[in-house]
Nanobody, 114 residues
Framework: QVRLVESGGGLVQAGGSLRLSCAAS????????MGWYRQAPGKQRELVAT???????NYADSVKGRFTIARDNAKNTVYLQMNSLKPEDTAVYYC????????WGQGTQVTVSS
């Protein structure tokens, strides 16, 4: 059974930084494309960033240059470093793992105050 557990969310002032972590209880973690998505109140869930097992990354335009996704295959963990945070980054952030099927974590709240 696949289990993804996020951590690292919280309250931060605009311009600040947070690092999210997602620990995956899976076999063959390196085969998964991992990603971070977010959902703000009243809005649809949207892609933030993804990273393949080989390390290729993809970012939403809104976070390019501010967020960095990384993974440690030895620790079965994916990270999202978020810098220069803006109030519009406020959302619940979800970890996603994909290999044929999609798997989701429970989400972690990120709140950016102005």
């Amino acid at each position: 059974q696949v289990r993804l557990v996020e951590s690292g969310g919280g309250l931060v002032q605009a311009g600040g930084s947070l690092r999210l972590s997602c620990a995956a209880s899976v076999s063959f973690f390196s085969r998964y494309t991992m990603g971070w998505y977010r959902q703000a109140p009243g809005k649809q869930r949207e892609l933030v960033a993804t990273i393949t097992g080989g390390g290729s990354t993809n970012y939403a335009d809104s976070v390019k240059g501010r967020f960095t996704i990384a993974r440690d295959n030895a620790k079965n963990t994916v990270y999202l470093q978020m810098n220069s945070l803006k109030p519009e980054d406020t959302a619940v952030y979800y970890c996603n793992g994909r290999v044929i099927s999609d798997y989701w974590g429970q989400g972690t709240q990120v709140t950016v105050s102005s």
